[in-house]
């Protein structure tokens, strides 16, 4: 807010200017200015992408359940869509994904480390034998969770030239009213992006407040280490309630119930709790994401969660129902 605050009518009356934000991130990141382009949130990033690098019939590779922005990009490119699904415990399906790299190579394979509604994380070793075993493929690597995985691709000396590496300001920075997030990548895949790219997407207050956010690394990492201690004490005291419960690798705890999952969600709404449901399906069937941000949250939770289960929901916590297909009632696993 203070940030904002300081923006004078002459800013706002200029169209914005996003060089000082690139030039801080391309510092973060240890790249080239060339290297770094602004964009609106991850959607838009997503939608350049694929309007950059993708024509009609272009074969794409998405494994599934993840962001649902990947398969509306795709599709409004005319796309050949190849899924992989996660396998029953949910782990990334890597030999399937590999086998599928060669011999018909993808114009663009997308992967979201972490991803979103499984929470689990591959090691930046495994995208990059995924991007040497394809070198003619553009990866596009959603990294909006990066910050609470502890490892991310920008930590590299060198990105390899066909990855391209998308960040948000919504998860870790809380910022994601502003719409805003970027990627970074080879010199000339950013050259190409902003070929497709419209003027002027990026708000000057959206612009502000990133720049004021990216200077503050000590205080976003010390809240992300905080939300992950959060997540671990709510899933011991789910334990302690025989209920099974993960902490991802995500902002979120992965909490098995009963299956169809929508009851809950929507015995939660009643008690004006929102949980993650949409798209769980498949394996994920019997589980809703919940994001907490402090104790005080989880408590209130809890006691909702035992005020339901007293009520008597169909299907008990420890009850497993059964778990369908991915592509069950259409959904595509959308994060």
Same mark, same amino acid.
């Given at each position: 807010?203070?940030?904002?605050?300081?923006?004078?009518?002459?800013? /706002?009356?200029?169209?914005?200017?996003?060089?000082?934000?690139?030039?801080?991130?391309?510092?973060?990141?240890?790249?080239?200015?060339?290297?770094?382009?602004?964009?609106?949130?991850?959607?838009?990033?997503?939608?350049?992408?694929?309007?950059?690098?993708?024509?009609?019939?272009?074969?794409?590779?998405?494994?599934?359940?993840?962001?649902?922005?990947?398969?509306?990009?795709?599709?409004?490119?005319?796309?050949?869509?190849?899924?992989?699904?996660?396998?029953?415990?949910?782990?990334?399906?890597?030999?399937?994904?590999?086998?599928?790299?060669?011999? &018909?190579?993808?114009?663009?394979?997308?992967?979201?480390?972490?991803?979103?509604?499984?929470?689990?994380?591959?090691?930046?070793?495994?995208?990059?034998?995924?991007?040497?075993?394809?070198?003619?493929?553009?990866?596009?690597?959603?990294?909006?969770?990066?910050?609470?995985?502890?490892?991310?691709?920008?930590?590299?000396?060198?990105?390899?030239?066909? *990855?391209?590496?998308?960040?948000?300001?919504?998860?870790?920075?809380?910022?994601?009213?502003?719409?805003?997030?970027?990627?970074?990548?080879?010199?000339? *895949?950013?050259?190409?992006?902003?070929?497709?790219?419209?003027?002027?997407?990026?708000?000057?207050?959206?612009?502000?407040? @990133?720049?004021?956010? *990216?200077?503050?690394?000590?205080?976003?990492?010390?809240?992300?280490?905080?939300?992950? @201690?959060?997540?671990?004490?709510?899933? &011991?005291?789910?334990?302690?309630?025989?209920?099974?419960?993960?902490?991802? @690798?995500?902002?979120?705890?992965?909490?098995?119930?009963?299956?169809?999952?929508?009851?809950?969600?929507?015995?939660?709404?009643?008690?004006?709790?929102?949980?993650?449901?949409?798209?769980?399906?498949?394996?994920?069937?019997?589980?809703?994401?919940?994001?907490?941000?402090?104790?005080?949250?989880?408590?209130?939770?809890?006691?909702?969660?035992?005020?339901?289960?007293?009520?008597?929901?169909?299907?008990?916590?420890?009850?497993?129902?059964?778990?369908?297909?991915?592509?069950? /009632?259409?959904?595509?696993?959308?994060?």
């Amino acid at each position: 807010m203070t940030a904002l605050q300081q923006l004078a009518p002459e800013d /706002l009356s200029r169209y914005p200017d996003n060089t000082k934000l690139r030039r801080k991130l391309a510092e973060l990141h240890r790249v080239e200015l060339q290297q770094v382009i602004i964009t609106a949130g991850s959607d838009e990033a997503i939608r350049w992408t694929f309007a950059a690098f993708v024509e009609e019939g272009a074969r794409v590779l998405i494994p599934r359940p993840t962001f649902g922005a990947f398969l509306t990009a795709a599709e409004a490119a005319g796309a050949f869509v190849e899924r992989v699904d996660y396998l029953e415990d949910l782990s990334f399906p890597n030999d399937e994904f590999h086998r599928r790299l060669a011999p &018909r190579t993808p114009r663009v394979a997308v992967l979201a480390n972490p991803n979103a509604p499984t929470g689990t994380s591959l090691p930046s070793a495994t995208v990059l034998e995924f991007a040497r075993l394809s070198s003619s493929t553009l990866f596009l690597i959603n990294e909006s969770f990066a910050s609470y995985q502890g490892h991310s691709l920008l930590d590299l000396e060198e990105l390899p030239a066909n *990855v391209l590496v998308l960040r948000s300001f919504s998860k870790d920075y809380g910022l994601a009213g502003m719409r805003i997030g970027y990627l970074v990548g080879a010199p000339e *895949v950013i050259s190409a992006l902003s070929v497709v790219r419209p003027a002027h997407t990026v708000s000057t207050a959206a612009l502000q407040a @990133a720049s004021v956010a *990216v200077e503050e690394q000590a205080a976003m990492l010390a809240q992300v280490t905080e939300l992950r @201690a959060v997540m671990e004490r709510l899933v &011991r005291q789910l334990a302690q309630r025989s209920i099974e419960a993960h902490a991802t @690798a995500a902002n979120f705890v992965l909490i098995k119930l009963s299956s169809p999952i929508q009851p809950w969600a929507a015995a939660f709404a009643a008690h004006g709790i929102l949980v993650g449901s949409w798209g769980h399906v498949g394996p994920m069937a019997s589980y809703i994401r919940v994001t907490v941000n402090n104790d005080v949250e989880s408590s209130r939770f809890l006691d909702t969660l035992e005020l339901i289960l007293r009520q008597g929901i169909p299907g008990a916590a420890r009850v497993e129902g059964v778990p369908g297909e991915w592509n069950e /009632l259409g959904s595509e696993g959308m994060a």
